[in-house]
């Protein structure tokens, strides 16, 4: 099987639905068959990325400690945008995990060298 170049773009907030969760299990599922594959956290997805209370009133559980686990996994690389963290007020040392910031300007040029890219 041919390594294909997968990139994942999480857009949802931390609560409301299971977009992220799905987008988190996709990532891992791929990446376990040995593709190649950037997670990218933008617009209301950088939320995603902070310390969150246990549950949501909707019962939704934060995925950060799952989100922790996907160099274990072998995701190739975590990115995030730096515009939308501009946008909602965030600093990168508010996150919770590391991620490299790019602007939506490199994120158009990434995104157009990849062989997929879905978002969640």
């Known amino acids: 099987m041919n390594s294909q170049t997968i990139s994942i773009i999480i857009t949802t907030a931390p609560h409301g639905d299971d977009r992220a969760s799905q987008a988190l299990d996709t990532a891992l599922a791929c990446a376990a068959f040995d593709q190649t594959v950037t997670v990218i956290f933008q617009d209301y997805g950088v939320w995603q990325l902070r310390d969150q209370p246990s549950a949501s009133p909707l019962g939704n559980k934060p995925l950060l400690a799952q989100f922790k686990l996907m160099a274990l996994y072998g995701v190739s ?17 508010e996150l919770a995990l590391s991620a490299d910031p790019i602007s939506k300007a490199e994120l158009a040029g990434h995104l157009a060298s990849q062989n997929q890219v879905w978002v969640y």
Request: one cysteine or more; proline letters at 0%.
């Open 77 to 93: 690389r975590v990115l995030i945008c730096a515009d939308s963290l501009n946008h909602h007020q965030l600093n990168a040392n």
